[in-house]
């Protein structure tokens, strides 16, 4: 293996196996900064010695047993045995190796357990949703903080700051590392599974840069979505998140063209959607609806997205189950938002101009003002009933607010085509 590669391997072992190392550490220490040096000292060990030696057979189990023997180090310099003992059950009369088996067993206990720990401290609600999101990517994502930045659009130093504080937070509040119990268990779920879902939207239509689409955001989210599921079974919104992220990660092939311009959904070719991530997430829809979640927020968006799926043509859609599904959210959810995605269902199932008489209820709400997708929506109604002066109007007006270079080209080449058709060109 030449030494790029084995570069590479460790990159792909770091990503999946940091959260494991960071979540036993941080139960150990009590505290993320400790607990996340700890663990890159055995990833700087690891880039040290496998370009030399060779990736190990199991690389995980590697980086666990640097971590822990950087970890006892790090007690004996500074006294942390002392102060820990009652918490890992030895005595401490210079029983180095007693030490060394207590803190084996402390790290390798209940690793699930801990994983779930630290995706909740992540996402803690004292978190601003910037803050939750970064300290996610780099606990649970492995990601750096270059990475992070990269990802979002932001400068380096931004999410620097945004990670420092998120754990500088943490700490004032006196954040526990544990699971959340009794009916707080729901309401932190619940940001634990946006935090989750805003990465993967992120990836899957970026909203500010030069790229339709960020594909290693969507495999990050869905990596922390398949590791909730195998936590957390038996709760039914996060079978419904991960179905939700799997049918629509099933379409990323079909979502750009050759140059990377966006490929609206009823365009798209559907024999490059990826039939074994749509198997995952129909399987994952069934569960989560078993477990009485059929009503929930991600379920009810998986079940739309199912719809698509399983047209095997854009005019095979049954649009009127989709009708009924947001009718169903906009009862439990309302929004604006969802009000418009059900416009949209209504105007193809029903008709553009029962989509547009939806859509123009929705002009003077104070939260659509700056919402570029109502005046995209709007427009192509407008299109589609042959009125293309104000199509191109409501185009070129979507293109003014949005912030991706690739959505915004779009826009303009519709509204260049509706001014084709105008009657007054």
């Known amino acids: 293996m030449t030494q790029t590669e084995t570069h590479r391997a460790i990159d792909a072992v770091w990503r999946i196996e940091s959260p494991r190392l960071i979540a036993g550490l941080t139960r150990v220490t009590r505290d993320l900064d400790t607990a996340e040096d700890l663990a890159h000292d055995a990833l700087v060990a690891a880039l040290e010695q496998w370009p030399r030696d060779g990736v190990p057979r199991n690389p995980g189990a590697w980086l666990m047993a640097a971590a822990k023997h950087r970890a006892i180090d790090l007690f004996r310099r500074k006294t942390l045995l002392q102060r820990k003992h009652s918490e890992l059950g030895y005595q401490l009369e210079g029983e180095q190796d007693a030490a060394a088996a207590a803190l084996d067993e402390a790290l390798d206990d209940t690793v699930g357990d801990d994983l779930l720990r630290l995706i909740f401290i992540a996402c803690h609600p004292v978190l601003s949703k910037e803050a939750r999101t970064a300290l996610t990517l780099r606990l649970l994502g492995g990601l750096t903080t270059e990475e992070i930045a990269r990802a ?5 130093p931004t999410i620097a700051q945004r990670v420092v504080r998120a754990k500088r937070t943490l700490g004032k509040a006196g954040a526990a590392f ?18 989750i879902y805003l990465i993967f939207n992120e990836g899957y239509s970026a909203t500010a840069g030069d790229d339709w689409m960020r594909p290693a955001l969507c495999e990050d989210a869905l990596r922390l979505g398949r590791i909730l599921v195998g936590l957390m079974p038996d ?12 049918v629509q990660a099933s379409r990323s092939r079909a979502r750009t063209g050759p140059s990377g311009a966006p490929i609206l959904l009823l365009d798209q070719n559907r024999s490059l959607w990826d039939q ?16 009485g979640g059929g009503n929930g927020w991600y379920t009810l968006q998986a079940a739309i997205a199912a719809c698509h799926a399983r047209a095997r043509a854009a005019q095979d859609t049954d649009w009127p189950q989709i009708v009924s599904l947001y009718e169903r959210l906009m009862e439990g959810y309302p929004s604006p938002v969802i009000a418009l995605n059900h416009a949209v269902a209504v105007g193809m199932a029903t008709g553009p101009q029962a989509g547009l008489d939806l859509v ?17 929506v709007r427009g192509d109604f407008l299109f589609k009933l042959g009125r293309y002066a104000e199509a191109r109007r409501e185009f070129e007006g979507a293109a003014e ?5 690739r959505e915004r080209q779009m826009l303009l080449d519709r509204a260049a085509t509706a001014a084709e058709r105008a009657p007054d060109r």
Do not use: K, W
Request: hydrophobic share 45%; charged share 25%; net charge negative.
């Open 152 to 156: 979002f659009l932001v400068p380096e």
């Open 178 to 195: 544990e699971v959340p119990r009794g009916p707080e268990l729901a309401s932190r779920l619940s940001s634990v599974l946006e935090v």
């Open 235 to 246: 709760e039914a919104e996060v079978h419904g998140l991960v179905a939700l992220m799997e």
């Open 276 to 291: 074994l991530l749509i198997r995952r997430g129909l399987a994952a829809l069934t569960r989560a609806e078993q477990l």
């Open 360 to 376: 123009d209820r929705l002009v003077a709400d104070p939260f659509m003002q700056n919402y570029h997708l109502l005046q995209s």
């Open 401 to 405: 607010r949005t912030r991706n270079a």
